[in-house]
């Protein structure tokens, strides 16, 4: 007999199913019954595919919110707590640890769509039976409740995991900037084998957890599976339950179980993301603990007209028993060159870092024509200021794009002018001038040219003070004398500091600094 033919016939069935069937309204109702129970499939999938739109329109937005927020935190903050940072592990933490955060909160949502549903299952359960209802919540109570130290496991795991993303990211980062000397010191194997190390490491805690989840759950579901037959015995025994009562409890029960499981399922990958998500609001609260101060409206930085200099500057670095810079004065006349020399760790850049407004010192003034300008107002100041470090950066793109990058509104006149000022007229010559791709950090040109397109770059803004931190430290004596040519063209535009260790720079400086263990050396 066909089973919608068995299931209308309530005679056919034995007394109790045959009690259930007329419970439900007999043959009558069949057919509204299965339209029901399409309708509520329908929902079903329904819900499913809000529920996943929903997760991924607030995983995006909180989690582009923190990367945004975290991001601001960083581009904000002041630079004694930023160059502090490793900033390899702020990348790792920007890029996997908030998706892992992401992970978090779609696992959240889940867990929360599955409560729901369990609550709506519970209501059906205790109107049919309050009592099996009350054992079967204390079962499943206890049986989540004595899977919290599976919980703790995980979010142990999940710190576990950030801190090996961070070795990877700083192993992959390191790796790619040294690749030459990688390549020349022969280290290629044991640059792979620390990688290598580094992603068995990651491998080995995936593992454990992905383990200890599956375990988990295989306990869980032999767990459910115990109680449901508790409770049914229970039933049978003590309460003599009538099949009226016991199928469609069972029937919920069944549906119940698996959704406790999602439930514990969901808790367990909470506290795996768990601890990425302290992470990123632990950098975000540093970051934002050190946010450099807000420029009042009014704040306005008088323009150098003949000096710009430093008086009674000190500066410690954290964790450092010796100051950097000890009651430093210095004057940088603006029509001159100044060279500002001494041995390796005497503070010359950190003297630059604070003259060019970077940095603040724990105490001192900056004087600018003579007159003190408070430390506060350094932001405007750094707009006045330009660096050529010994590293040169140079963005993907054209060279228009990097020159571009200081000044967004000059024309192309301006643009060839500022590259024949900085000696590097060479781009003229090249068949597509401006639009020529610079390659990745400018690989397209050799060092000096490099350095030559930054001084170009850094002229853009017309500076009032222009510093070079040994930018011409690497190079050879022919790149070393153009630069030092392009530095004599701007000559009376801007004050100049030049941190140089010998070369033609510093043969063309008008005076002189000399800096020995962070004090000005009068000898
Ligand atoms: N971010 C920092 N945190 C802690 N200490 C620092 C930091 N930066 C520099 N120092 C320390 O401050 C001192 C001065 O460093 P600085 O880089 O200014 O010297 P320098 O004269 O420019 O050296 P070099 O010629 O080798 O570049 C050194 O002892 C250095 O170790």
Redesign the pocket.
């Known amino acids: 007999m066909p089973i919608v033919a068995v299931l209308s016939n309530t005679s056919a069935l034995p007394s109790s199913l045959g009690n259930f069937a007329s419970l439900l309204g007999g043959k009558d109702s069949l057919g509204p019954l299965l339209l029901a129970f399409v309708v509520l499939i329908g929902l079903r999938a329904l819900l499913n595919f809000y529920r996943a739109m929903a997760a991924l329109t607030v995983q995006r937005n909180l989690i582009d919110g923190l990367r945004i927020r975290a991001w601001h935190a960083l581009l904000h903050c002041d630079w004694?707590v930023l160059?502090?940072m490793r900033q390899s592990d702020n990348a790792s933490l920007l890029i996997t640890t908030l998706d892992r955060v992401g992970v978090g909160i779609d696992r959240s949502v889940s867990g929360g769509v599955a409560v729901i549903t369990l609550l709506g299952v519970g209501a059906a359960a205790v109107a049919i039976s309050p009592v099996m209802t009350v054992c079967a919540l204390i079962g499943g109570g206890a049986v989540l409740y004595s899977f919290r130290r599976l919980r703790l496991r995980a979010r142990m795991l999940g710190g576990e995991l950030n801190d090996v993303y961070e070795r990877i990211y700083a192993e992959l980062g390191e790796g790619l900037a040294a690749l030459r000397i990688i390549k020349s010191f022969g280290a290629e194997r044991a640059t792979e084998q620390r990688l290598r190390r580094e992603l068995a490491s990651l491998h080995s805690a995936e593992r454990t957890y992905t383990r200890e989840n599956g375990l988990g759950q295989v306990a869980l579901q032999v767990g459910s599976a115990g109680l449901l037959a508790l409770v049914v015995w229970l039933a049978l025994q003590f309460w003599k339950a009538d099949l009226v009562v016991l199928l469609p409890m069972i029937a919920l029960f069944a549906r119940g179980f698996p959704l406790l499981m999602a439930i514990q399922g969901c808790l367990q990958d909470i506290a795996y993301a768990r601890p990425s998500i302290d992470s990123a609001l632990s950098l975000i609260e540093r970051a934002e603990a050190a946010r450099e101060p807000d420029l009042p409206a009014d704040a306005t930085v008088p323009s150098a007209h003949h000096s710009i200099g430093l008086r009674d500057v000190s500066l410690t670095?954290?964790?450092?028993q010796?100051p950097?810079?000890d009651a430093v004065n210095i004057n940088l006349p603006v029509q001159q060159i100044t060279a500002l020399l001494?041995?390796?760790?005497?503070?010359?850049?950190?003297?630059?870092?604070v003259i060019g407004g970077l940095l603040r010192p724990d105490s001192g003034v900056l004087l600018i024509d003579g007159e003190p300008v408070d430390f506060s107002l350094r932001r405007a100041w750094r707009t006045r200021v330009t660096y050529v470090q010994?590293v040169p950066i140079l963005f993907t793109g054209t060279v228009r794009d990097n020159l571009l990058w200081a000044q967004p509104h000059a024309d192309d006149t301006e643009l060839y002018a500022a590259l024949r000022e900085a000696s590097a007229h060479f781009i003229e010559r090249m068949p597509d001038g401006l639009d020529t791709l610079v390659g990745e950090n400018g690989h397209q040109f050799s060092g000096g040219e490099r350095q030559r397109l930054i001084l170009a770059r850094a002229m853009m803004r017309v500076p009032q003070l222009l510093i070079l931190?040994?930018a011409a430290n690497a190079l050879d004596p022919e790149n070393d004398r153009a630069i030092a040519q392009a530095v004599l063209r701007l000559r009376g535009r801007c004050a100049i500091l030049v941190?140089a260790?010998g070369g033609a720079l510093e043969s063309i400086a008008d005076q002189t600094v000399r800096?020995e263990l962070?004090r000005i050396d009068r000898g």
């Open positions: 004694r160059s502090g670095y954290a964790g450092r010796v950097a810079l001494g041995p390796s760790g005497a503070g010359k850049s950190t003297l630059a870092d010994q931190d040994e941190i260790h800096l962070g």
